[in-house]
């Protein structure tokens, strides 16, 4: 099956396609000719996911998903949530990101976290949306290489290491990424 990803992120191309596996083609959005900004105004997770997901489907006429991912830290009444990709403003960067993230959290105890995905589907003609949960804590320093955003600070749930850590295939299996993912799939097989 070929099925577009409505994202611009490479790193989260390449994590869908270890998680989906052999039996899916996924389609960049440069590979069907879309190289605009994707609208995210919405403040919750599924606005946002199906946003992009729309704007993809009824400007270029393929099937897609798109997803919106947040970070959720307990401390922080659920911040940065939605708006964790921007926490630091604009232009984007992990970097500031983290270090905000890690500055807020200064001297605090519950380091308590999860990631949620939503990826939002839009299949000929109608729409479907599958969730995906992390459960975890944020460390005091950044530990590993890999991954982006969070995850050099994200220790999941059941882990000595970070998402930075681990290997993909190991990230794919306790991510919310990969739950989302995989729930997708069940679907479209």
């Given at each position: 099956?070929?099925?577009?990803?409505?994202?611009?992120?490479?790193?989260?191309?390449?994590?869908?396609?270890?998680?989906?596996?052999?039996?899916?083609?996924?389609?960049?959005?440069?590979?069907?000719?879309?190289?605009?900004?994707?609208?995210?105004t919405g403040d919750t997770l599924i606005h946002n996911a199906f946003e992009k997901a729309r704007f993809v489907h009824d400007n270029y006429g393929v099937d897609c998903f798109a997803d919106d991912t947040g970070l959720e830290v307990d401390a922080l009444n659920g911040a940065p949530g939605v708006y964790s990709g921007r926490y630091a403003?604009?232009?984007?960067?992990?970097?500031?990101?983290?270090?905000?993230?890690?500055?807020?959290?200064?001297?605090?105890?519950?380091?308590?976290?999860?990631?949620?995905?939503?990826?939002?589907?839009?299949?000929?003609?109608?729409?479907?949306?599958?969730?995906?949960?992390?459960?975890?804590?944020?460390?005091?320093?950044?530990?590993?290489?890999?991954?982006?955003?969070?995850?050099?600070?994200?220790?999941?749930?059941?882990?000595?290491?970070?998402?930075?850590?681990?290997?993909?295939?190991?990230?794919?299996?306790?991510?919310?990424?990969?739950?989302?993912?995989?729930?997708?799939?069940?679907?479209?097989?």
């Amino acid at each position: 099956m070929k099925i577009c990803f409505a994202t611009n992120n490479l790193k989260k191309i390449e994590e869908v396609k270890a998680a989906l596996g052999q039996n899916f083609t996924i389609v960049s959005l440069q590979e069907i000719g879309c190289f605009e900004e994707l609208p995210e105004t919405g403040d919750t997770l599924i606005h946002n996911a199906f946003e992009k997901a729309r704007f993809v489907h009824d400007n270029y006429g393929v099937d897609c998903f798109a997803d919106d991912t947040g970070l959720e830290v307990d401390a922080l009444n659920g911040a940065p949530g939605v708006y964790s990709g921007r926490y630091a403003g604009e232009p984007r960067s992990d970097e500031r990101n983290i270090g905000l993230l890690l500055k807020n959290l200064q001297n605090v105890d519950n380091r308590k976290a999860r990631f949620k995905t939503v990826i939002a589907l839009i299949l000929n003609g109608k729409e479907y949306a599958f969730e995906g949960v992390a459960e975890g804590e944020i460390l005091k320093e950044k530990t590993g290489s890999g991954g982006f955003g969070y995850d050099p600070v994200f220790k999941p749930l059941g882990f000595d290491r970070t998402f930075a850590e681990l290997s993909l295939e190991e990230k794919n299996k306790v991510s919310h990424r990969g739950k989302a993912v995989r729930a997708l799939a069940r679907f479209l097989k």
